[in-house]
């Protein structure tokens, strides 16, 4: 028993011994190289890109700023609305009469102009 | 610099790891003072060998310089675990090239210093423990050294290991009932005589 303990002391002592080595300076400075050559590397891998704007913003200030871009979604929205609703919603606002009864016709997206070289008398 | 030694010195290396892969000029230092001894060491008692040590603990850890940049600061892997497995791995592939997987080459961790009885007998105790560990069968030897003298818990060393927690209980008890065997005739040769 008392052999067995000596024997587990010695052992002991010797794990202590192990566990205070350490590697020297020169293999420190040797792996301090490496992970700054792999540094560069990765570095290199992933270029630091310039500030992301995002592409709405790049539109924006394509056109102008954010002033003109407010115009042109307004006329844009103005002449969307206004194609559909012609002709009929235009005549109503123009009066009654305004346009040939053939710009109101059937399918009313492709009037019949006819109409408007057709003369009081004409055949 | 000071301050900002203190505060990567409370990081956990797996976001040191990160703030390495960012470029961050100081985690590589903090991170090699952390690791590259356990790396050194694990290497050393595996080879016995130190110029061999050096050459696995170097390349293990330009492995994981490498690893960093796909590394998750909030994954499952340590830095610390992942780097002994691959010592672990890198010891075994040069002892099975070099043929000993079991037994000891040549060591030469003499000390190049003169003199010293002190320091001969510590060389002499180091070289023993060497030894001895070399005659183990490859697990046993690794399971004793993590254990023993890094240090680490059983699950991580079945972890390293890949293999079950109760089998590295198995492995470093019965690896350090060999040690002992293996050193029982030299206590008195190594100084461990009288108690």
Not at chain 1, 41 to 59: D, F, K, N, Q, V
Not at chain 2, 100 to 106: F, P, Q, T
Not at chain 2, 107 to 128: N, T
Not at chain 2, 179 to 190: D, F, I, V
Request: proline residues 4%; negative net charge; aromatic residues 4%.
């Amino acid at each position: 028993m008392d052999t067995d303990r000596q024997d587990d002391d010695a052992l002991e002592a010797m794990f202590a011994q192990a566990r205070a080595a350490g590697p020297d300076a020169a293999l420190r400075a040797r792996v301090l190289a490496d992970a700054d050559r792999v540094q560069a590397e990765l570095a290199a891998m992933t270029p630091a890109a310039p500030p992301r704007r995002g592409w709405i913003i790049g539109l924006v200030s394509a056109v102008g700023g954010w002033g003109a871009a407010s115009g042109i979604t307004a006329a844009g929205a103005l002449g969307l609305m206004i194609g559909f609703a012609v002709p009929d919603t235009l005549e109503l606002w123009l009066g009654s009469g305004a346009l040939p009864a053939s710009l109101s016709s059937d399918y009313g997206v492709t009037p019949d102009l006819s109409a408007l070289w057709v003369e009081v008398g004409d055949v | 610099m000071e301050r900002s030694d203190t505060e990567l010195g409370r990081l956990a290396d797996g976001t040191l790891m990160v703030l390495f892969a960012n470029g961050d000029p100081d985690a590589a230092r903090v991170l090699t003072d952390r690791l590259l001894p356990r790396a050194y060491r694990h290497a050393a008692r595996v080879l016995g060998n130190a110029a061999e040590a050096e050459d696995v603990a170097q390349e293990a850890l330009l492995r994981l310089w490498r690893a960093a940049r796909t590394w998750q600061a909030d994954g499952a892997a340590k830095p610390s675990t992942w780097l002994h497995k691959v010592v672990a791995n890198l010891a075994i592939d040069r002892l099975r090239r070099s043929g000993r997987s079991v037994e000891l080459g040549e060591d030469d961790f003499a000390d190049p210093s003169p003199g010293a009885e002190a320091r001969l007998q510590e060389a002499g105790r180091r070289d023993a423990l060497d030894a001895a560990l070399a005659s183990l069968p490859e697990r046993q030897r690794q399971a004793v050294i993590l254990r023993h003298i890094e240090g680490l818990s059983n699950p991580e060393i079945a972890e390293i290991l890949d293999v079950g927690v109760e089998a590295v209980e198995s492995l470093t008890a019965r690896g350090k009932r060999a040690l002992k065997a293996a050193l029982a005739g030299q206590k008195e040769a190594l100084g461990y005589g009288h108690g």
